[in-house]
RNA sequence: GUGGGUGUAGCUCAGUUGGUUAGAGCACCAGAUUGUGGUUCUGGGGGCCGGGGGUUCGAAUCCCCUCACUCACCCCA
């Protein structure tokens, strides 16, 4: 293929093609997580891939480099602008101040899964078109909801069989105590200005909370010297908290806390958690999320308490297929790619005869195939025993003639013959 | 946006101090007598060595530029 050719076009950058073997696993990784998503009472919502700037602006955060360089916007009717989701905690929130659910039904529990789009350069793990799957419980104050989200987080990873992973929490305050929080900790790191990193200098102004977790050795070292969260928080946010705690030992989930977790969405109040793993590149998170009460009234509705993550599919999948490397045993089914039965025709004069029986065993619901590319019998065979058919089909004149079908099982290399289609539809769907 | 690494057949990679028609494994296709697979054997197709420029008698191999991919940083799942 001339790749040079300007005919010649690719994916764009950062945007990944899944095929059929890959989507195996994406597929086993949805209904896990949908199953547990529905054991625990969130149930799905679409919510359109676009929505209107102002609301990620409005609820992620003006600073924030997710608005400030990393949405896809485009202009749309005069004056107004469309983005691509960047996240789905804001489209949910949207929908349900939209719908004014908080008049009617004001606690409900929602799930999604699906793509979401940053302009970043693409890493490990990390993609321009990524997806999430995630849940929202809206409507409460909670402190146990902020424990169940976890759980049914860990639930999703511990069927799909992951090993390693790392529950970390923390509190981050809420609009009464995070503010003195704040101040504090510039006041106190200001004095350490000249030996923190270049970048930890421009962040005592940006965002001081992102100095709490710089890799730099020097301000590792700072930040031991300085208050950390649980020392400001207000009693609310302690109780707050130590519910939590004790709801964490209450259902044996292993957990640690992490003094220096914060997070980069301005939303985020009082509970904060991640989930690592060490399958994964410098970035080890494969799902995050928190509590944000002031989320909904940040965007014009009332105060409503929710609690919610959203877990990288991409990245959990890193990890998956890491803890299967390592285990070895689980070879991955692939037995829904092949069919029931390949029909082989000996000759052209055959091949109308087979397609008409192809499409009667369809009807039955068996998955059946043959060959298109006129290949000979013996080159279909090798496409049959190639793609894994459980049976063969072999139809030629004798067979036509005599008004019977030749059934071979590919496995025992036993062949069958029988004038009655019912009685093959039975021994091939007998045999699953 | 910034920094490092890599770019040779569909895939994973070899390619010696620059020297004639660029290789392997896997994959693909075709044969090994009469209508039939899986193992084996034989043969075959497929690469202007990412692109452009330069040095040289001669470059996949050296130099420059460019593009792409990748890892990492900022930020984030």
Redesign the pocket.
């Known amino acids: 293929?001339?790749?040079?050719n300007d005919k010649y076009v690719?994916?764009?950058?950062?945007m990944?093609d899944i095929f059929p073997d890959e989507r195996l696993l994406w597929t086993e990784m949805e209904n896990a997580a949908r199953e547990e998503f529905e054991i625990a009472g969130y149930h799905e919502i679409r919510t359109p891939v676009f929505e209107d700037t102002r609301l990620f602006v409005r609820s992620?955060?003006e600073t924030?480099?997710?608005v400030e360089?990393?949405m896809y916007t485009f202009g749309d009717t005069a004056g107004s602008t469309i983005t691509l989701r960047?996240?789905n905690t804001a489209p949910v929130m949207r929908a349900y101040l939209e719908y004014e659910l908080f008049k009617t039904k004001k606690f409900r529990k929602f799930y999604y899964i699906g793509p979401?789009f940053?302009k970043?350069?693409?890493?490990?793990?990390?993609?321009?078109q990524?997806?999430?799957m995630?849940i929202e419980a809206i409507g409460s104050y909670d402190p146990l909801l902020d424990v169940e989200t976890i759980k049914v987080a860990t639930r999703v990873y511990d069927r799909l069989g992951l090993d390693g992973y790392v529950v970390k929490v923390n509190t981050i305050g809420c609009e009464k105590c995070r503010p003195g929080y704040r101040a504090i900790l510039k006041e106190e790191l200001l004095q350490y200005k000249d030996e923190l990193c270049e970048?930890?200098k421009?962040?005592i102004e940006?965002?001081v909370f992102?100095v709490l977790?710089?890799?730099?050795k020097k301000c590792k070292e700072i930040r031991q010297n300085v208050s950390n969260t649980e020392d400001h928080t207000c009693s609310d946010c302690r109780d707050h908290f130590k519910t939590v705690k004790g709801a964490f030992d209450d259902i044996n989930l292993e957990y640690t806390i992490d003094p220096h977790l914060?997070?980069?969405?301005?939303y985020?109040t009082k509970t904060v958690y991640?989930?690592t793993h060490p399958a994964?590149?410098?970035?080890d998170?494969?799902?995050?999320?928190g509590r944000y009460d002031n989320l909904i009234s940040d965007i014009g509705g009332p105060p409503t308490g929710a609690v919610g993550?959203?877990?990288?599919?991409?990245?959990?999948m890193i990890a998956v297929l890491k803890t299967r490397e390592n285990n070895k045993n689980s070879q991955p089914d692939t037995s829904s790619l092949s069919p029931d039965v390949y029909i082989?025709s000996?000759s052209a004069e055959t091949r109308n005869h087979c397609f008409k029986l192809l499409n009667e065993l369809r009807l039955s619901g068996l998955s059946v195939d043959m060959d298109y590319?006129s290949?000979?019998?013996?080159?279909?065979?090798?496409?049959?025993?190639?793609i894994?058919?459980r049976f063969?089909i072999?139809?030629?004149?004798?067979?036509i003639?005599k008004g019977v079908i030749?059934l071979?099982?590919?496995?025992?290399?036993?062949?069958t013959f029988s004038g009655d289609t019912d009685k093959i539809i039975q021994i091939v769907k007998g045999n699953k």
Not at 10 to 14: I, M
Not at 375 to 386: C, G
């Open positions: 293929m001339d790749k040079g690719k994916a764009p950058l950062g990944k992620i955060g924030t480099d997710i360089k990393e960047p996240e979401m940053r970043e350069r693409p890493q490990a793990g990390r993609l321009r990524f997806h999430q995630g970048l930890c421009a962040r940006r965002n992102r977790d710089c890799k730099n914060v997070r980069g969405l301005d985020y991640e989930i994964m590149g410098a970035r998170t494969i799902c995050a999320g993550f959203a877990a990288g599919m991409e990245a959990s082989v000996i590319e290949r000979t019998p013996k080159a279909q065979m090798k496409v049959a025993n190639k894994n058919s063969t072999i139809m030629g004149p004798d067979e003639e030749k071979k099982n590919m496995q025992t290399g036993d062949e």
